[in-house]
Nanobody, 120 residues
């Protein structure tokens, strides 16, 4: 069964940077879409970035576009979210989410989440 393990969260000052990692077990990673979500206190979970299985296409919510970069290394079964010029409003628990597979072997898996706190 596929599992996702996240790391890279922490406390950073406004304007700083962090890189989140999401490592997948199993061999379905390279054929599945990877998305990044976040959930701030009192807010709904929102999609912030996504990347196709090959890494050829990415999408970002307008509030992070130009500051965040999503990437993946399929040989390492790992996805990344590079976050630059962080703002206090970026404070949230960040989750990776893997979706794909096949009709007979579907994948729908969340990471455990990692807290990002942006504060001076």
């Amino acid at each position: 069964q596929v599992q996702l393990v996240q790391s890279g969260g922490g406390l950073v000052q406004p304007g700083g940077s962090l890189r989140l990692s999401c490592v997948a077990s199993g061999n379905i990673f390279s054929t599945a879409v990877m998305n990044w979500y976040r959930q701030a206190p009192g807010q709904q979970r929102e999609l912030v970035a996504g990347i196709t299985s090959s890494g050829s296409s990415t999408n970002y919510v307008p509030s992070v576009k130009g500051r965040f970069t999503v990437s993946r290394d399929n040989a390492k079964s790992t996805a990344y979210l590079q976050m630059n010029n962080l703002k206090p409003e970026d404070t949230a628990v960040y989750y990776c989410y893997l979706q794909g597979g096949s009709t007979w072997d579907p994948v729908d898996v969340w990471g455990q989440g990692t807290l990002v706190t942006v504060s001076s």
